[in-house]
């Protein structure tokens, strides 16, 4: 598959990456020579200088047989002139990073016709993901798969969780339909074997039907009270989502930003938000706001290491529940270590995005665990695949891959190794390591059947 990729930042260098690492065939443009120097030197693709969204560019480099262009600059506005001249130059398929507010709400309508196939906006998609944790009313993070008939859960693991801490997996009561796939452990993920022992301050990741999941989420956190007020640290494009989008659910929501025209932009737009000028960082701000009533605090500015910090200094402060944006999946570790409740990174969700939209149908769901070391997807078994007909134990899956569930039909099954896979099974994969592309390909119908 040839890709064209416009826009050699954070997000365009690890798509290259991804889509380097599986063989396809990877255009990367960019006006900084810098950014692309530094591709060149570490990826097998072709660089070339210059402005994406020139046509006369685009021909000269031989894009128009590209199977996909995705532009991820800077500009919602050059994105938008990429995608629309690589449609009338010939490209098949486009993807356009637009962040704009006010763009992404017109692009409802008329994305179609500037010739875009899929719009990704990760400041909305985290603000989206933050809701959903905050009312949730389980203190734990679940992920959906098989229309919601497979779930994961993701699970802390307390010392005074007698029926899991200091135990090994094999002595562990949970549902017949129910399996443990992942340990991460101090910011090392293991795919963890009957005789592993878990310990207090470990992260489960647990698979199984959605029932079961329910069972045994019960048993590490109680349920919590319904959030009623949030204070925002952050007044950019996620903090404005989020207010919106809680305050619409009947949310108190306060938001802490220190631009004064910011504000004054925030309050125009968020009439039932309180919009308080100042620095997020204060501690005395903070105390004269009631950080110790608040039920959550979130804090979402372009700093990783400030929204982390801050989130930490409020859980201290007296606030319930803290969750911080970050953007570098290195910083995962000190999540679990700092007691910071989430973390949501919008580049790992663009990313997701992207590569579910270039696999198409058979990829149904990826999911990019937050330092990036284990992956977790749906893919549909084509007949005619390698797998077909094999138990699992024989099917050629990669070390670090386990099959945690198998929806067929009606039925979801927790496989062992004697199951037999069958075409059109959806299989819900978690895997170390990047090999979205391997299970995938085992999957596939091999040519010439």
Sequence with gaps: MKITIIGAGKVGIEIAHRLSEEGHDVIVIDRDDSQLAKISETLDVLTVKGNGSSSQ?????????????????????????????????????????????????????SKEDLGIDLVINPDYAASQEIARLLTLRLAV????????????????????NTQFANRKI????????CLIVGISRKGEMIIPGGKDCIKPNDTLYVLGNAESINKVCTKFKRRRQRVQNVMIMGGGRAGFYLAEKLSSSGIKVKVIEQNLARCHELANRLTDVLIIKGDGTDVDLLKR?????TDSFVAVTGFDEENLLMALLAKQLGAKRVIAKVSRPSYAPLVER?????????????????????????LLSLVLLLNEQAEVIEVIVQPGSRIVGRPLR????????IIGAISRGDQVIIPK?????????????F????VVHTVEALCSREEGS
Excluded: W
């Excluded at 993070?141 to 005074?160: I, K």
């Excluded at 706001?289 to 009533?293: A, F, M, R």
């Design 141 to 160: 993070h679940t992920e959906h798969f098989a229309n919601g008939r497979v779930q994961m859960a993701e699970l802390a693991v307390e010392d005074t």
């Design 431 to 434: 895997a170390l390591g990047h």
């Design 338 to 362: 700092l007691g910071v409740d989430a973390a949501i990174s919008p580049r790992l969700i663009t990313i997701s995005e992207i590569l579910r939209f270039i696999r198409g149908g058979r």
């Design 170 to 177: 094999q002595d562990i009561e949970i549902p017949r339909s």
């Design 289 to 293: 706001e009631g950080i110790h009533e």
């Design 394 to 401: 024989a099917s050629g899956l990669p070390k670090g891959v």
């Design 57 to 109: 560019l685009l021909k000269d480099i031989g894009v128009s047989d590209s199977d996909l262009l995705v532009a991820v600059t800077d500009s919602d506005e050059i994105n938008m002139i990429a995608c629309m001249t690589a449609k009338r130059v010939g490209v098949a398929k486009t993807i356009a990073r637009i962040r704009d507010p006010d763009y992404v709400r017109d692009l409802i309508i």
């Design 417 to 429: 190794g004697d199951e037999v896979i069958r075409a059109l099974d959806r299989l819900v994969v």
